[in-house]
């Protein structure tokens, strides 16, 4: 038996096999924690990691794959920047594909609080779906405010 | 037979004979004895102290290793011997090296699945995961971060 294969195939076994039962597993719990919520009155949003959760073990050679993107998939291994250039791929990922689908989640939100449909009590808050609006906004618009705040930095003049 | 021509050395008469049969002895110890059945039973060993290592609510991960490098302790050998450069004042600094590099090239790829999932694990509990991201992306530019450090000092 060969050290690297072995560790390999517990890897493997773990999150081809075990993880997405963990993943049902917390699926079970998020729907069970999202009804005692329910009855005892508290936000549902303090169940939402194990949503989270459950989808990221499902996702977890996809994930591995993602971060195996983000270095480059082993390209030019011995470039000193290979770390900083990993780091701002993952940056850029974020702020423009994975924060302009929040923008579509937080507009859905504020459409969901102005109407009323997620409150129990049928009270809907004034500031509800303007907070999901101006959120989903500046989403959208991240990578412009960093450009525009860069822009301001490197124009900067003394005063005076 | 070379480790035995080295071990015997330009010894002659009895003790060249006495020599020989304690070589031979040692050898037949550590591969039938140690390495064919001992470290498979500790490795076994190893594998429930990680089962007990998850009833005490501590990672596994650590027996798991042990327990590996037990089960493998012929193929570790065997790539050691291929990493020996015989003959070479600097064999022994050549072999840490290649190890080394056997590590980074190897196995750091696997550690980054043990990451992922201990990030997945940890979002599960709401315990931060920031960290093994960050060591996550670190074990794979191991070699990008070496030519970094190396830069930082000045050397090439």
Known sequence: MNFYTGALHAVNWAANVICPILGAYFLCVALYFCGQAHNYGQAHSRYTHYWYAAWGMFLIPGLMRLLEAFTGNGTNASDPDTYYLALNSACNWLANVVLPMNAVVQLAKAIGAGSGVFSRTGHTPVWGPTHHVFIGLMSLCLSGIVKLILHFINNAQAVG | MVQRTRFVGHATGRFRCLASSFWTQANNFVSNLVIKHLAIAVGAWFLMRAVFNIAHGESPIASLLGCFALLSLNSLYALMQ???????????????????????????????????????????????????AGSGFAFLCLFGLWALTKSYLGLS
Request: net charge positive.
């Open chain 2, 82 to 132: 291929t990493y020996h450069t015989a003959g070479n004042a600097y064999a022994t600094s050549d072999m840490v090296m290649s190890l080394w590099q056997f590590a980074a090239s190897k196995l750091a790829p696997v550690a980054v699945g043990v990451c992922v999932m201990g990030i997945v694990w940890s979002v599960a509990h709401k315990r931060p995961w920031l960290h093994l």
